[in-house]
């Protein structure tokens, strides 16, 4: 089985930096996916760590430990528009499916 | 522009009716999956479909049949409905993994469905 896990609920202050973490237990594992969504939208698809390291993408950056079994997202000058819920997934080796955790939900207040 | 497109935003049956769920996609995916989101429990894979006619059973599909008979189109069908699947309900869709790739998956908008 999988096990994934990441903080419920976070807060932070507009132009700020946030950083959500996200660790997981599996077998077989292939890659980890980080996706954002706002309140009644679907999810939106922001990164995607296979090698250890970062990756930026403008005001997001995700790193991945596959060692630790660890990733986090970055978030920098944060924007009130960041409001939103953060979901990290795990995929496994040769495998097309995605195994998500409950999900971050951050508020950026001003 | 990738376009997931589901039937309905919002939904109200009764128990015991017999449910479809559409899902359209115009990307020529390979991959179609359906989820349900409830608060708390997060995403959760309910039936994923990898070819025309081909199924497989996600972490939860009790309750739940699929079909694929196109490409493009991917449906959930919930043969009698029951208050506990009232719930919020996703469609996804991906390229095959090719090479130990994994695609992103690209959702649809969702349709709410409350069962009364």
């Known amino acids: 089985g999988q096990n994934i896990d990441q903080p419920t609920e976070m807060t932070a202050t507009e132009g700020a930096i946030v950083q959500i973490n996200c660790t997981y237990q599996t077998s077989g594992f292939n890659g980890l996916f980080w996706y954002q969504q706002h309140a009644g939208e679907a999810p939106t698809f922001l990164s995607y760590?296979?090698?250890?390291g970062l990756e930026e993408k403008g005001r997001f950056s995700s790193f991945l430990s596959r060692s630790k079994g660890y990733s986090y997202l970055l978030l920098k000058e944060l924007q009130m528009k960041d409001s939103a819920s953060y979901l990290c997934?795990?995929?496994?080796?040769?495998?097309?499916?995605?195994?998500f955790g409950k999900g971050t939900m951050l508020l950026v207040s001003p | 522009d990738v376009k997931v497109t589901q039937s309905s935003r919002y939904l109200v049956k009764r128990t015991g009716e017999k449910v479809f769920l559409e899902c359209v996609q115009d990307m020529d995916h390979e991959n179609m999956f359906w989820y349900r989101q409830d608060p708390g429990l997060g995403l959760r894979l309910i039936y994923f479909s990898y070819d025309v006619k081909m199924k497989e059973k996600g972490d939860i599909p009790e309750g739940y049949s699929v079909s694929r008979e196109k490409k493009e189109r991917f449906s959930l069908i919930l043969e009698s409905a029951s208050t506990n699947q009232t719930s919020m309900y996703l469609c996804?869709?991906?390229?095959?993994?090719?090479?130990?790739?994994?695609?992103?998956?690209?959702f649809g908008p969702g349709t709410r469905l409350t069962v009364t």
């Open positions: 760590n296979v090698l250890d």
């Open positions: 996804a869709s991906s390229f095959g993994t090719a090479g130990g790739v994994s695609y992103e998956q690209y």
């Open positions: 997934a795990v995929t496994e080796s040769g495998y097309s499916t995605l195994t």
